[in-house]
């Protein structure tokens, strides 16, 4: 079946820095999908990424579809305390008969110091 | 702020119980879901609804029993949970279940068997 390897598993990140991530598959995706999420609340979408090549911007956040279709990653750059959460990369594949089930990483879970 | 409602935020229920949770948009959207997450994990697909219709059915136990009465409502009915069902049960919408469009969540409901 379709997996996303997600890494790293946890940052722990002074504020200011720089924080990448990414995630990696052997399937191929149509879409791909940033998610954060914060305790008590569910994910929220940063940035949908639609194009193979795509390289899309959200404030400090900056995404890219990889050019295979198999891998994306996020940058945050500057990094605040509210920045703090777990992001999710999902991605989005679509089944020969047109309907589409979302697919999630494992997350990365990040803390950043003051 | 979500445009996905859910309720309760918190429930509490014993093992005999029956319980409903309840999610809500009116965004239009056509395409509603429930996810189950357990905790520092991703979520978990369970039920797809397309246009009021059950589309998918992830081998989920027949504990529980979602249904869709109108296009801008989804419910989850509970009844004989086990604890190991103590999880964040997320609701989740899109355009359509087939295509490229993403998936908005809502706050989710924690669940709690005793």
């Known amino acids: 079946g379709q997996q996303l390897n997600q890494s790293p598993q946890s940052m722990f990140i002074q504020e200011g820095e720089d924080v990448s991530m990414n995630c990696t598959s052997s399937?191929?995706?149509?879409?791909w999908l940033w998610y954060k999420q914060d305790p008590g609340e569910g994910p929220v979408l940063l940035i949908a990424?639609?194009?193979?090549?795509e390289l899309t911007s959200n404030g400090r956040l900056t995404a890219q579809f990889g050019i295979t279709r198999k891998d994306s990653f996020l940058n945050i750059s500057a990094s605040i305390p509210s920045d703090v959460g777990i992001y999710f990369c999902a991605g989005l594949f679509i089944f020969s008969g047109g309907y589409n089930k979302l697919i999630f990483g494992a997350g990365t879970r990040l803390a950043v110091h003051p | 702020d979500t445009e996905v409602t859910q309720t309760p935020k918190h429930l509490v229920m014993g093992m005999t119980n029956k319980k409903s949770l309840k999610c809500e948009q009116h965004m239009g959207h056509r395409a509603m879901y429930w996810y189950k997450q357990k905790a520092k994990k991703p979520p978990e697909l369970m039920f797809v609804y397309s246009y009021e219709k059950l589309s998918i059915n992830e081998s989920v136990p027949s504990r529980f029993s979602p249904e869709c009465p109108n296009s801008s409502l989804l419910n989850l009915h509970l009844h004989a949970l086990q604890p190991e069902d103590s999880a964040l049960y997320l609701c989740?919408?899109?355009?359509?279940?087939?295509?490229?469009?993403?998936?908005?969540f809502g706050d989710g409901t924690r669940l709690s068997i005793l």
């Open positions: 399937s191929i995706f149509n879409t």
């Open positions: 990424l639609y194009k193979a090549g």
């Open positions: 989740a919408s899109s355009p359509r279940d087939w295509g490229n469009q993403p998936q908005h």
